[in-house]
């Protein structure tokens, strides 16, 4: 009779268990395309930041003109024509979730050297409650300036001459990091932070805060000489909102009394920047 006494208890403690794990798994129905589940929206004394103006992104390969890509990738649509065709359409990244970050990339060899263009878009979603979306961004990006060791601006505006004598680069953002969507790109949004020394000799374009780019912008300037040639990588980052935009485009030559320039990659990179912004992104 003891033995059946138990029964009852067993059977008690069993259903409790089930409801506990029924209760663990009903959350995860919020997570589907599309939907930012932030924190502080439910059981939090703090709530969530406002979302970002930016809900969704382009199609990154369509979203650059063939014309700007012919001209960044001098002889891209020379030759055969179904070659010249791919070229001009660009790789899509793999990304796992396209309303977060998508990419695409572009790559022209020629038996001088060769070029690439990267053109990276993350939409930044703030998981810290009371953080705005948009905040979230501007964090990510001064942490990538910071890291670029990119001179900060005058507190009262940002400027594309040279930097000002012993300006530090903007203080780092909190180092929480957002849950991403999955595996980032290829680091493509990872501005270059090799010693600036070798960039440019004219101060006009070092490395530095640009103006009238998004709410922020800078480029960096790399030069780099090897045993097998000599390459110059410019990146053009900047923040529209709660968007991120990062443009890398390199040119390696075997050549190297013939150095590619800074006014030629920056000049090229800033205009198509400046062509993607004014693209108002996605909705």
């Not at 101060?203 to 780019?213: E, K, S, T």
Request: aromatic share 4%.
């Amino acid at each position: 009779m003891q033995r059946r006494a138990y029964a009852p208890v067993a059977a008690l403690a069993a259903a409790v268990l089930s409801a506990a794990l029924a209760g663990c798994g009903g959350g995860g129905g919020a997570g589907g395309k599309g939907i930012d589940a932030k924190a502080g929206q439910a059981g939090s004394a703090v709530p969530a930041g406002p979302p970002g103006k930016y809900h969704s992104l382009p199609e990154p390969c369509g979203y650059v003109s063939a014309e700007t890509v012919r001209r960044m990738l001098p002889g891209a649509g020379d030759g055969d024509e179904q070659e010249a065709e791919r070229l001009l359409r660009g790789t899509a990244a793999i990304t796992y979730d396209t309303d977060r970050r998508v990419g695409c990339r572009w790559k022209l060899e020629t038996p001088n050297g060769t070029r690439h263009l990267t053109v990276d878009f993350e939409r930044v979603v703030s998981y810290q409650p009371g953080v705005s979306d948009e905040a979230r961004a501007e964090q990510l990006y001064e942490r990538q300036a910071t890291a670029a060791r990119i001179p900060s601006a005058a507190p009262s505006a940002k400027s594309s001459g040279s930097p000002s004598p012993g300006a530090s680069a903007s203080a780092s953002a909190s180092s929480k990091s957002d849950p991403g969507p999955g595996p980032q790109l290829a680091e493509a949004s990872a501005a270059p932070s090799s010693a600036n020394a070798s960039a440019s000799a004219d101060p006009r374009l070092a490395p530095r805060v640009l103006d009238d780019l998004g709410d922020d912008a800078f480029v960096n300037d790399v030069l780099a000489t090897t045993s097998s040639g000599v390459h110059r990588d410019v990146t053009v980052v900047f923040r529209s909102s709660n968007v991120l935009v990062t443009i890398a485009y390199d040119q390696w030559t075997t050549d190297k009394q013939h150095v590619p320039t800074s006014q030629d990659l920056q000049g090229k990179a800033q205009g198509l920047a400046r062509e993607l912004d004014a693209g108002h992104f996605g909705n």
